[in-house]
């Protein structure tokens, strides 16, 4: 006996049985390669993934199972022929499908985001992965609209940082006039903006009084609209989603939402690697119903050759006695006198230039202090928020909006930025990135996002002239060349190389 089920007062479904075996349909034993503490060495260990929630699962000699509705295609897809006709539709129409969904394209938006946002609607939950440059953010801002103007509904916006935060709302002011409540004391459970980041130590968390009000805010809201999901899944997010009981609809949105190797979730291989490492994802908003490649963009990588890294001298003493060895080798590397004045040339040849590197403490502090100032004007993306420095180093605090206004003033010839800047930001008229780190596509192919806007962008990279191997840099430099040409593989590649003496 096996009896699935959708309980609307937690908004997940539960599967009940006297089967035993079935939990092995609900589990999938993974091999990984990582550090193991307890050997103090990296090696490979076994994992039982689990879809199911956590908690006592026997009773009576009944096995009891609690899962997100984003599994509802899963579930039915394996257990269709063991459970009874009501209850299949009654998990189609109450987790999968939506009551009722609009057909009638909105005017603010292309054919082709009509066509996947029409489609979307026709489900409940929802998961949409597409390229930088398509429009994500006029996306989400017109069915904040539609679902809070033209419905009437409560909606929650939900993003990982400020700067995400920022985007939307002001895009949702700029395009439609609606003012969306993103400090804390001001939510008030009609259309607001909440952030992960900070929630967890905040009173809306620990305090007891103050945490229940804030589960009775949340149960509220009748549609969830996530951007940049994948970053948004930690203990604070889902604590979010949890409590958003009362919610008809759940929909996320991203450019990378498998934020490892930036590919489509969805279920044609049953719980394949990507599905399960996406679990979390999966739980709340279902598979990939839009993934959406670049198309109709000209990319050029430039490799820029250079003596500065067949000069590099490491320090190979200081580098085993850290604790840290990627760091050390990229601080070392990007600290490096030659290699600095490396990256003062490529910002003059290829001005507006878009630097991600999460290192502020030393190297872009480094950069800032001993070389950039007095040559350039800056644009700094940190944590701390948009910070300018004029050509005489003078420091201001700048606005989202304002800082696209420098730069389309012609302001700014570089912009530097921690990981605060790898995603959702929309400046304008940028197609120049260096790229020097990242390894997984959440970084790579999201800071790549910030120039793949308009209809050409120059990514640039660095490399000694001869064959010389370089210490985590080399290695990295070829994922990432390997990653972009599969993710960009339907766009238009040319391959530069330009020697250092001719920038």
């Known amino acids: 006996m096996i009896s699935i089920k959708y309980n609307r007062d937690i908004n997940k479904i539960e599967i009940v049985t006297d089967d ?13 390669y990582q550090y193991l503490p307890w050997k103090k060495q990296y090696g490979y260990t076994n994992k039982t993934i689990k879809l199911y929630d956590p908690g006592k699962h026997t009773y ?15 579930l039915l897809g394996i257990f269709k022929e063991k459970i009874s006709k009501d209850e299949y539709d009654n998990i189609i129409h109450s987790c999968v499908l ?9 005017s603010e938006l292309r054919d082709y985001q009509n066509d996947d946002i029409l489609f979307m609607l026709k489900y409940r939950v929802g998961l949409m992965c597409v390229n930088t ?14 679902a809070h103007e033209s419905l009437g509904k409560k909606v929650l916006l939900v993003c990982p940082s400020n700067k995400a935060r920022d985007e939307l709302v002001k895009r949702c002011y700029n395009l439609f006039g609606l003012t969306v409540s993103d400090r804390e004391k001001e939510v008030n459970g009609h259309l607001d903006a909440i952030i992960t980041s900070g929630l967890k130590n905040s009173l809306r968390m620990k305090d007891p009084l103050v945490c229940s009000n804030f589960k009775k805010t949340l149960a509220g809201y009748d549609w969830v609209l996530v951007d940049e999901v994948e970053y948004t899944l930690n203990d604070a997010g889902m604590f979010i989603y949890d409590n958003c009981i009362g919610a008809e609809r759940f929909y996320a949105f991203s450019g990378t939402a498998d934020k490892e190797g930036g590919e489509a979730i969805n279920f044609s291989n049953g719980l394949s690697e990507t599905v399960l490492r996406n679990k979390d994802l999966v739980k709340y908003f279902g598979p990939s119903l839009v993934y959406r490649m670049p198309l109709n963009i000209k990319l050029t990588t430039i490799r820029i050759l250079t003596e500065s ?27 490096d006198h030659n290699v600095c004045n490396t990256v003062c040339r490529i910002i003059k040849k290829f001005p507006l230039c878009f630097i991600p590197i999460n290192n502020l403490a030393y190297i872009l502090n480094n950069w800032i202090n001993n070389y950039f100032i007095g040559k350039f004007r800056i644009l700094l993306i940190c944590g701390e928020g948009y910070i300018y420095y004029d050509l005489e180093g003078n420091r201001i605090r700048l606005s ?8 389309k003033n012609g302001l700014v010839d570089v912009i530097p930025s921690t990981s605060s800047g790898y995603r959702a930001l929309d400046f ?18 999201q800071s790549i996002g910030r120039v793949a806007r308009g209809s050409h962008m120059n990514i640039i990279t660095i490399e000694p002239y001869g064959k010389r191997k370089i210490p985590v840099y080399t290695k990295g430099a070829e994922e990432r060349d390997e990653m972009i040409r599969g993710y960009y593989q339907y766009c238009d590649i040319t391959d530069r190389v330009i020697d250092e003496v001719d920038l």
């Open 20 to 32: 035993p075996s079935v939990h092995y349909f609900l589990e999938s034993k993974q091999s990984s």
């Open 60 to 74: 009576n000699g009944y096995f009891k199972f609690t899962l997100g509705i984003g599994w509802a295609g899963y």
């Open 98 to 106: 939506a009551d009722n969904y609009r057909t009638t394209p909105f």
């Open 133 to 146: 440059g398509y429009g994500k953010t006029q996306v989400i801002a017109t069915l904040v609209n539609y």
């Open 309 to 335: 890294l067949d000069n590099l001298k490491l320090d190979h003493e200081k580098i085993d006695k850290s604790g840290n060895i990627y760091t050390e080798i990229l601080n070392q590397i990007w600290m």
């Open 400 to 407: 989202l909006q304002e800082s696209c206004d420098y730069i």
């Open 428 to 445: 304008p008229g940028l197609k120049n990135i260096f790229l020097i780190t990242g390894k997984i596509a959440g970084v790579t192919l």
